[in-house]
């Protein structure tokens, strides 16, 4: 009978959640875990009303506590429980703001129950989970997303541009600086710092929180396609024990056909950076920043600014709330994609191995296929 009664409750909430909503209404959105301190930048904007949040899943009491009081929200929201919270408040979508190592369990959990899902970045540090990961999402037809910050950048999608126009012809290399001074010494929150130093939890440490972000981008510079091989070296050069388990340093290395990329991730910058230079054939184009691109050409001594208008989506709560109201389609390359967030657990698992080995890890062309 309690079988029956869960199958019932979970087809409702499937059929609730695929319904057809009016385009201007706000989309229904559940959270799961409020670990990540990323979670602000959702729980900041509700007035903005795309979005409406109807239920939260924290079984940290503490933690939910804290957001309750610091972002006055209905404590009513909160639930210890996440699939019973799913099937009480039917939500369109869910977002996941806990550790990486968690994304597979609320994928487990919302895509049978045709719920979309948005991950914070990465997808995985571990191939074979984002795979298994991939084939839950597809055979539920839901939307499994990961949210990286540089996505919304002008100066990214203005890269693109210059780079599809033909500014520096083609690819060859691109070197990522990605980065601060350490999520302890920046002050993180406690529960978001204990799994970031739990590679458990986190795959690592600077190798996964940072290397993501230049394996995601060149992915989607590459057009999808993953490296033929990839080397990495980590180090540990902070004292602090806090750090003892996880890496503070890595240096990732990925090998296309024509080009090369070096992905410079690091907890020990004299300073926060998100930034990109990529060499062409002719010339470089470079963000130092998230607003700002330059070009400098062969044989110019002198750099220029390139125009980097605000693209069409600024944050990814509004990208999400378009893709579930069917406004706008995720392309397989798109940075956001699915397909993207494979090929980055591709790299990082093969990064974490080589940097534990000392050996370089070939990556066969099928992502099924052993390394």
Known sequence: MYRLIALLMIMFAATAATAPQRPDRPVRVAIARLTHGHVGGLLGRRAIGDVEIVGIYEPDRAVAARYV???HLDSALVHDRLAPMLDQVRPEAVLAFGAVAEHRAVVEAAAPRRIHVMVEKPLSFDAAEASAMAALARRHHVQLLTNYETSWYPSRTALGRALAAGNVGAIRKVVFRDGHYGPKEIGVQPEFLSWLVDPSANGGGAIVDFGCYGANLMTWLMQGK?????????QRLKRDPVYARVD???TIVLTYPNATAVLQASWNWPDH???IELFGETGVLSTPDGKTLVLRRRGESTVRTLATPAPT????FAFLAAVVRGRTDVAETDPTSLDNALVVARILDAARRSAATGRTVALPTSPGATN
């Open 69 to 71: 009081r610091d972002y």
């Open 226 to 234: 993953a490296p033929t091989s990839v080397t990495a070296v980590t």
């Open 248 to 250: 503070d340093e890595a």
């Open 273 to 275: 950076r998100k930034d």
């Open 313 to 316: 989506f600024t944050d990814p």
